[in-house]
């Protein structure tokens, strides 16, 4: 019995026939949203909060400790304010570049007393930032004792880091790689503090 021709316009010997160019550009299209969305994947799993390192703190953990000037700074006293809390060494570049930036957010909120600025040392020397805040200024707290502690409950991985510290005691930012005057005040005005 003779086999029924094919139509002139369909391959023989196709799995799959030739797809209208609509439909290829649709996949195209779907297969580039699909590397869009893993790239997203893979920056989510190295952000702040889910890169792997110590996760951030929904509470700013409560310390205490001499500071630079022979006083002290308790963070329970804080209670009320809005707390910038910031861990650097002098060694870090990034710290030295940050440091004008806090002077002026120091000078400016100096009278405020709803705001509060803390620095906290990291693995650095007591005569070497004393030298290095008389050289570049600022003359807010720096605390210099049971700082390891601190910068552990804090879940810092390197410096410097700068949380803010709403006056409930929550953590609701927090910055890496330096702050500036304009950032700081941008995330204030964000949670809520009156500028």
């Known amino acids: 019995m003779p086999e029924p021709s094919q139509p002139a316009d369909q391959p023989v010997d196709s799995d799959q026939p030739d797809q209208p160019p609509r439909l290829r550009t649709v996949r195209w299209v779907v297969l580039a949203v699909g590397v869009v969305v893993a790239a997203l994947v893979v920056v989510f799993a190295v952000s702040e909060r889910g890169r792997g390192g110590p996760p951030v ?15 002290s700074f308790d963070m329970a006293a804080q209670r009320g304010r809005w707390v910038v809390v910031n861990f650097f060494s002098t060694w870090c570049v990034q710290c030295v570049v940050e440091h004008p930036e806090l ?4 000078d400016r909120y100096r009278g405020d007393p709803d705001i509060r600025l803390v620095s906290v040392v990291f693995q650095d020397e007591v005569d070497v930032i004393a030298r290095f805040f008389a050289e570049r200024g600022g003359d807010w707290p720096v605390v210099i004792t049971n700082t390891g502690r601190t910068a552990i409950d804090f879940g810092v991985t390197a410096v410097p880091e700068t949380y803010l510290v709403d006056p409930f005691g929550r953590v609701v930012s927090k910055f890496t790689g330096g702050v500036t005057l304009d950032g700081l005040e941008a995330q204030l005005g964000r949670a809520g503090a009156p500028l």
């Open 103 to 106: 002077v002026a957010f120091q």
């Open 57 to 71: 703190p929904e509470f700013a953990p409560e310390f205490s400790g001499a500071t630079l000037d022979g006083g």
